[in-house]
């Protein structure tokens, strides 16, 4: 009787927290949604700045921010998953590892702003890559390269030793075992990884700051290596820089409800994806 009144006690509680933080989510989305809908329009999308950017659009912004996070998932997920199995599936049981495991999780707490001005130093200065795309996606990538690099070793982990022990009763390599049983395991909690990790570039405005960012263009980028507007930091120039508030405050609240949702859609994405991979492998 009394580990049944522990029990519903236990789950109560999880489902006022579950309550109580989709409460403060519908509650971000439906403030930004509020203000940012009036400054949405066809226009607004397609459109450049223009007047100081006052009026027009953020078509370059969202280009840019589109262009910075495909780079920086490109750069990091290859990385980090090869990371994920060298330390998981190769790597001896030593203290020097421990240290690099160790060493991942604390960059993963380390400020964006670091991460922006070990950017400017090694891509920007010393790479003479410039201010450009390619320098904004690889200092977004090293961002989340901690992050893909943790999640893949869980995913990893969870993936039963009995199955890897199997397969190679069977005959398979060891990385054959690992191509053909163990990702695709983990592949949903890989993907888990990457959702999170999308998340985060897309909103970040210190790395591009100082490696990417342009504060006006009247074009798209042509190249890898030109400058790029982005919403991220296209919001923090509206509100910090701009001399019209009035119109301004408008125009980044429409970039922030844009941003929102290129976000929730590249992440809903990701999930019918793990979603799909998880049911077939089930099946």
Known sequence: MRKDITQKLGFAILTLCLLITLFFLGAIIFFIAI???????????????????????????IVGTF???????????????????????????????????????????????????FGLALFVKFFNFGVSILSGSLTLGILILPLIISASQEALMAVPQSHREASLALGATHWQTIKNIVLPEA??????????????????????????????????????????????????????????PDKQTTIAYGCALILLVLVLCVSAIAIILRQKHRSSYVQ
Do not use: D
């Not at 066809?42 to 078509?59: D, I, K, N």
């Not at 504060?215 to 019209?244: C, K, N, V």
């Open 35 to 61: 203000r940012g809908i009036p400054a949405i329009s066809w226009e607004f999308l397609t459109q450049p700045p223009r007047r100081a950017m006052t009026e027009g659009g953020v078509a370059p912004a």
């Open 67 to 117: 262009y910075l996070t495909l780079g920086a998932i490109a750069f990091a997920l290859p990385l980090g998953v090869a990371s994920a199995i060298y330390l998981n599936e190769y790597s001896p049981r030593s203290f020097v590892v421990n240290i690099i495991r160790m060493s991942i999780n604390n960059l993963a707490g380390v400020p964006s702003v670091v991460f922006g001005l």
């Open 187 to 244: 592949l949903p909690g890989i993907l888990t990884g990457v959702i999170l990790s999308i998340g985060r570039v897309a909103g970040e405005t210190a790395p591009i700051l100082f490696t990417a960012a342009a504060f006006y263009m009247r074009g798209f980028p042509r190249s890898l290596m030109s400058e790029t507007m982005a919403l991220p930091y296209h919001i923090y120039a509206l509100m910090t820089e701009g001399t019209r």
